[in-house]
């Protein structure tokens, strides 16, 4: 959460912020120089092919790990890729709000992400941009490239909007490179964005940094933003032990259990 300060500094950019996440975050602000592995979102959605190539990457690598697979069925790659890109703008949205009370721009121009050498999927994020909104308390406040709106609200409502906004750009490049439905695209794109704001408050280790976590995607989600697909979906549930806890029915289905000796995930709106 964003801390107490009484007076706004011109020094105290998101650059600042990304120094100061958790660093289970896996959040930068920069490409290393060198370093393998990084694409700019920008660059994949200009060249489609690269998205087809990532997931054929993919398909190789449940080949390998599920050796006994006669054939991968081809929605479980696509599903994992929407999934896994979708995950990128979420999370730096989320962790950046969840700790900072900052919204940082979720443009394709904006972020980049590092495609793990042995699973392929994104394992690091970096912000590109230092602009940022925030709240009228927050100590950049009087930073050249923040942009003060008056409540959580409204930061909110920034956040969702320019998620959607790339992934709108993301669905319309990569759906017709599968066979899922647009149904199906933008209940990955729901499940993302509730995740990752889940996820920000759970990385806090205690459970009250989860529930503020579950507060801040009821606040985000708090009803159905279309094409989103639902509000928020987190419920508090009684576990096997008795204890009560947070759980998700995702909204989209992973096909995880199309592979060999695969169940239905927790939560995979199948098995409701």
């Known amino acids: 959460m964003s801390h107490p300060h009484t007076l706004a500094s011109r020094e105290d950019g998101l650059r600042a912020s990304l120094s100061r996440m958790p660093e289970d975050a896996r959040l930068r602000a920069d490409v290393?120089?060198?370093?393998?592995?990084?694409?700019?979102c920008r660059d994949l959605l200009g060249e489609p092919a690269r998205l087809v190539r990532w997931r054929e990457r993919l398909t190789g690598w449940l080949a390998e790990t599920y050796p006994q697979a006669a054939t991968i069925p081809e929605r479980t790659p696509a599903s994992w890729i929407l999934s896994w890109y979708l995950h990128v703008p979420a999370l730096a949205g989320a962790m950046l709000l969840h700790h900072q009370r900052r919204v940082p721009s979720l443009a394709p121009s904006a972020l980049a992400f590092r495609i793990g050498a042995d699973r392929p999927h994104p394992d690091s994020v970096a912000v590109l941009r230092e602009t940022f909104h925030c709240l009228p308390t927050d100590p950049g406040s009087a930073h050249p490239r923040a942009v003060v709106v008056p409540d959580e609200r409204a930061l909110a409502a920034v956040l969702r909007?320019?998620?959607?906004?790339h992934a709108s750009r993301f669905i319309?490049?990569?759906?017709?490179l599968t066979r899922l439905g647009r149904r199906q695209l933008w209940a990955a794109a729901t499940d993302a964005l509730d995740n990752a704001l889940w996820s920000a408050g759970r990385l806090g280790g205690t459970p009250e940094a989860e529930g503020a976590g579950v507060a801040d995607a009821a606040l985000v989600l708090e009803a159905r933003f279309p094409p989103l697909t639902s509000s928020s979906k987190l419920t508090l549930a009684t576990g096997a032990d008795g204890?009560?806890?947070w759980t998700r029915i995702r909204e989209g289905c992973c096909f995880n259990h199309l592979l060999p000796a695969e169940s239905e995930c927790g939560g995979c709106p199948r098995t409701r």
């Open 161 to 165: 909007g320019r998620y959607v906004a």
């Open 172 to 176: 319309d490049v990569y759906g017709p």
């Open 243 to 245: 204890r009560r806890e």
């Open 32 to 40: 290393p120089e060198g370093e393998p592995g990084w694409v700019r």
